[in-house]
């Protein structure tokens, strides 16, 4: 069975996940849960402000009903947290995107001090699977010093990112 997840398809679903993960902490935001063999806990990297007029499903009535439905303002800014995701099984350690780190500004950088709450430092990252290339996505694999955050980590990402 092949499975081909397009970068429409996952900044969809990725558009679900903030409605649960609220929290504005350094800390693992939502508890870990189980994935099979695997341990998956959401980090927070910070709150981004999105203003609706982002969100093209947020047009005519529909769309207004979904922002109340979720709980989000028709207008101005929703804090919408920016995650990256440790996972886990035995020693082994995984991030599924690394956060903004400082490309966005103050009030983020946060995912080193969430893996710190997990008892996991950078460098015992092995692997990052990037979603996309979006700076929420990826500006947090260097240092306010553009230095590389996880030096050990390979990363993982679409060929058709890295082209586009």
């Given at each position: 069975?092949?499975?081909?997840?397009?970068?429409?398809?996952?900044?969809?679903?990725?558009?679900?996940?903030?409605?649960?993960?609220?929290?504005?902490?350094?800390?693992?935001?939502?508890?870990?849960?189980?994935?099979?063999?695997?341990?998956?806990?959401?980090?927070?990297?910070?709150?981004?402000?999105?203003?609706?007029?982002?969100?093209?499903?947020?047009?005519?009535?529909?769309?207004?009903?979904?922002?109340?439905?979720?709980?989000?303002?028709?207008?101005?800014?929703?804090?919408?947290?920016v995650n990256?995701?440790?996972?886990?099984?035995e020693e082994?350690?995984?991030?599924?995107?690394?956060?903004?780190?400082?490309?966005?500004?103050?009030?983020?950088?946060?995912?080193?001090?969430?893996?710190?709450?997990?008892?996991?430092?950078?460098?015992?990252?092995?692997?990052?699977?990037?979603?996309?290339?979006?700076?929420?996505?990826?500006?947090?694999?260097?240092?306010?010093?553009?230095?590389?955050?996880?030096?050990?980590?390979?990363?993982?990402?679409?060929?058709r990112e890295?082209?586009?």
């Open positions: 069975m092949s499975f081909d997840l397009s970068r429409r398809g996952l900044l969809a679903a990725s558009a679900l996940l903030p409605l649960g993960l609220r929290s504005t902490t350094a800390a693992p935001v939502a508890g870990s849960y189980r994935v099979g063999t695997f341990t998956v806990t959401p980090l927070r990297d910070g709150l981004f402000p999105l203003e609706s007029s982002m969100i093209p499903a947020a047009e005519g009535q529909a769309g207004q009903d979904l922002l109340r439905e979720a709980g989000l303002p028709a207008k101005g800014p929703s804090p919408e947290p990256a995701f440790l996972i886990r099984r082994r350690h995984w991030l599924l995107d690394a956060g903004c780190g400082t490309v966005l500004g103050p009030g983020f950088n946060r995912v080193t001090a969430a893996l710190a709450a997990e008892s996991v430092r950078p460098d015992q990252v092995e692997t990052i699977l990037l979603s996309h290339l979006h700076a929420d996505h990826a500006g947090g694999l260097l240092t306010p010093s553009r230095l590389a955050r996880f030096a050990n980590a390979e990363l993982v990402l679409q060929e890295v082209a586009y």
